[in-house]
């Protein structure tokens, strides 16, 4: 049998399997989706995002709209699954220790620091199943990253959600305030979709005050974009999770390593904070391929430095041309950054589709704020004529 590049990446994409968490719903998870007033259907996330990730997919669209890097997973990865696919008959073993291994490496941490997940996404999820409960709310501010507050609502554990201030940054004073009591709290720094971040300082405040005001609650960080970041008073909380036992830091091999189809990311804390979690974690949650592929990505600083640097350059041209329009963007340390454009996001959003451009849904309450990943600069040159055309429309 010849395998294309193409129908072998797809094989390994679909080999980790997704959870239909909906139907699974329980009558607690959609009380609690009724009790925010969503209406008389309970609403799906998931399946919302499904909807408009099957827009985006269309062919010939650009896919600006969930922050992945249209790079891809590049080229050592490949030859690690191609060297590894005769293994792909056998569930991982060793190498997930393997994998953790060399992440801990990388990091400067111990392998017993790491608890690998099937994307950060999964590392949330048993989080928010570990740490919160009824009566343990989720503080997941707004707006957010909304996997975590989403899966607390499904499983009927309360969300306080204070809104971000008015430079879109996260409000850590609303946030300590509404941690007192609280299971867990996710603070997604930078934080998606608003590509604001909090320098070291502030996060180490942060965490110091929920300590002493709230000394139950964990706090959740969560690096998804911690490559991106350029501003020098940013640096990552992983030094203070390894000390601390009340938080933990989770990152991703979805974003500056373009590996968002297969599935990997991870948790870094003390042992016994990822023994909390660990119980919620399926057994082999990532498959060999992505494993083999992660193993030799993690310590590519050369690879690092050269996605930052496109992503800099296209997210650059991209700004210039939104202030040049007339709109206000907000500064970004991420792979995607937000323009207030000043009209509905969601009609705007229709339109660019219909013109061949996905760009992020609507992230209330910042209605007129639009959300728009960085593409390679090819794919921001033809975005900004669209955008150009459909603002003067
Ligand atoms: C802030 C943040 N965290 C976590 C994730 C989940 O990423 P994954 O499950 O692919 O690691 C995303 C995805 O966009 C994100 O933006």
């Not at 099937?118 to 501010?141: I, K």
């Not at 974003?255 to 042992?271: D, E, H, N």
Request: charged share 20%; with cysteine.
């Amino acid at each position: 049998m010849t395998l294309s590049r193409r129908n072998f990446l797809t094989t390994a994409a679909a080999s980790s399997a997704g959870i239909a968490m909906y139907p699974m719903m329980s009558a607690r998870g959609r009380e609690a989706l009724m009790a925010q007033g969503v209406g008389q259907q309970p609403v799906n996330p998931m399946a919302q995002r499904r909807a408009d990730r099957a827009l985006s997919s269309a062919p010939g669209m650009i896919r600006i709209d969930s922050n992945e890097n249209p790079n891809g997973p590049g080229a050592r990865a490949f030859e690690a699954m191609r060297a590894n696919f005769d293994i792909a008959n056998r569930y991982p073993v060793t190498l997930e220790d393997d994998l953790t291994t060399e992440i801990a490496r990388y990091l400067g941490v111990k392998p017993e620091n790491i608890m690998l997940g099937c994307g950060s996404g999964e590392v949330l999820r048993s989080a928010v199943q570990a740490f919160t409960s009824p009566t343990r709310a989720l503080v997941s501010p707004m707006p957010s990253f909304e996997l975590a507050a989403d899966y607390a609502r499904f499983i009927g554990s309360p969300v306080k959600s204070p809104r971000v201030d008015a430079k879109l940054h996260l409000d850590l004073d609303a946030m300590a305030d509404a941690a007192k009591g609280a299971g867990l709290v996710y603070l997604c720094n930078p934080n998606n979709p608003t590509a604001t971040v909090h320098g070291k300082a502030s996060i180490a405040d942060y965490i110091e005050k929920v300590g002493k005001s709230s000394p139950q609650t964990i706090v959740l960080v969560d690096e998804a974009y911690h490559e991106y970041v350029e501003d020098p008073n940013y640096s990552t909380a992983i030094p203070l999770a390894i000390d601390n036992p009340r938080m933990f830091v989770a990152r991703t091999f979805s974003k500056v390593f373009g590996m968002a189809g297969m599935r990997v990311g991870y948790a870094v804390g003390r042992p016994e904070t990822i023994a909390r979690m660990k119980g919620w974690m399926l057994g082999s949650n990532i498959s060999q391929l992505s494993l083999a592929a992660a193993k030799v990505t993690v310590g590519d600083v050369a690879r690092i430095a050269e996605e930052k640097k496109k992503n800099h350059d296209a997210k650059v041209f991209t700004a210039k041309a939104f202030t040049g329009m007339g709109y206000e963007v907000v500064p970004s340390d991420a792979n995607f950054m937000m323009v207030d454009i000043k009209r509905d996001v969601k009609v705007f959003k229709a339109e660019c589709i219909k013109r061949g451009v996905a760009v992020g849904r609507q992230f209330p309450p910042l209605n007129t704020h639009l959300r728009v990943s960085v593409g390679t600069m090819a794919e921001m040159q033809k975005a900004v004529e669209v955008f150009r055309t459909t603002l003067a429309g």
